[in-house]
């Protein structure tokens, strides 16, 4: 998540884009209703990574235009309609975005989509006015004496301007940032003697133990550590491993919230995100948090330290051997965009065999499961095998992506597990154990079949009913391509399908299935007869 945030901006506004931001981020597509035009000024100038932010200015067939090409997809968009009315003055018009997405506004159910002006304003300015002082301000803009503007002069005015000279802003979560992501601004603070008034500011805001007189490295150290533990505690709530109850963190709501965004912010910025790796590292190595048992049920949602991930990996892998579920496989997929995974290779390579293995066991599942009523014919059989939405050629598919992870995954640098080894294996069992069955179905059938085999194409006719037909129309290219499988001809049709036209057809092939005889039977007058000859050396070819 990236907001059009900047360092001018005030905390309520920014505390606002965030908000917003974090909509999208879940959602994708958030209809924002803003009945008194407090953030008219704040959706103009709106901007989130990947996302397309449109304004209604009066007109909602104007605004169906705008955003009618970015419906066509099957998935909603990224997407923020900023409506400066109520949602229920406008008769239903954005009934069909609401449904594909969220809707914000003042009032909105759960609190994270509310965007009252008073209520975002004390949760914004409660870390650094104080839990009095912020419903103070709350009850004066909810009598309208305070704008958005307002308010946010009043979140700098506690800040020190010293330090606002140095980072570059008054907001306490960006100094805080900016001082845990790089020593460069160390110089500055020492000259301008203000790593007492940085230990305050740090200390109110984040409920920090830093001594004023302690040298700026271990200040950092410090707020690292603290900001780090109390994210993974805030995060783990009652899954909080009992070895670790003891760790000094925020205790207060407001501090402890705001540690937890300045955590994440740190994450998701990627111009600080490498500081962030090598500081949760730290933490972690010190902390001996790799040795932590953690309960499973909410470390999917904790993205502090790599041992959760590494955790969560150990937590699939074991799952996946007491059986498959598309529920793992969701998690599986999904891990490969988080944060550990994209900064760290061999975690997403991690997940990537693990989602190849779920697929395997998935998919053999649902083709012995189709096999206990298997067509009873060879043709039934090969249009059960090449065609429909699910053919039984996926079965393949699967398995040569598992095979094509395992081959490039890095042993040495995986940190494996135990059960890793034993996961695949189990895959490869599984998948031979179908494949075979699969296979003794067509070749019980085939023995039984009168031939030539009614309804199915065989080889030796390609040439003449595909490829003649055409050869008087035009150009025409006729490309042989040599043990490439069905179900990879399949693949490769599904990514050339959007520009070109295409039809695939499964074809019986000629015995013996060698090359030679293959490519002869494709010849033209190749129907008339392919004969099998000896060429010396033990070794035949074919004619046709």
Known sequence: MSAGSNRADGLVTHALW?????????????VWYDPEGHYASVASRLSIAKTTVVCYNGSFLQLRREIGPLLNDLHPPRLVVYVPMEQAGTDHALIELEAAGVVVQPG???????????????????PLRGDANAAEIEKQVEAGKLTLADLDVIGEKKDSGVLSLIFGSGNPQEVALGFLASCHSDGEVEKKSATGELADLLRSTLEVDLPGNAPLVEMRDRLARHVLLTDLVAGLGESLPASLN????????????????????WRLRRDVRDSYVTAARKVQQESSLGQVEF????IAQVETFPCLERALLRHVEEALLQGATTDLLDLANSRQSQFWSEVTPTIQAHWALLAAVAQVLLEADRVANSLKDAPKTVAGLVHAYAEGESPCCLLDTHHRHLESRRYNFDLDGADLHPGLDKLILTAEQRYTEVGSQLAKAFVTQFSKAKHPIAGLLRQVQVFETQVKPHLGKGKTAYVWVDALR??????LADVLKSDFDLTLHPVLATIPTITETGMASLMPRADQGVKVVPVGNCKLNSLS
Do not use: I, W, Y
């Open 295 to 298: 309960v499973t049920g909410t």
């Open 18 to 30: 965030q908000q917003v931001a974090k909509q999208v981020e879940d959602h994708g597509l958030v």
């Open 246 to 265: 003891s760790l000094k963190v925020a205790a207060s709501p407001a501090q402890r919230d705001a540690c937890v965004v300045l955590a994440r912010s």
């Open 108 to 126: 909105q159910q759960p609190p994270n989509r509310n965007t009252r002006l008073s209520l975002v304003a004390r949760n914004a300015l409660r």
């Open 486 to 491: 069905f179900e990879m001809a399949r693949e």
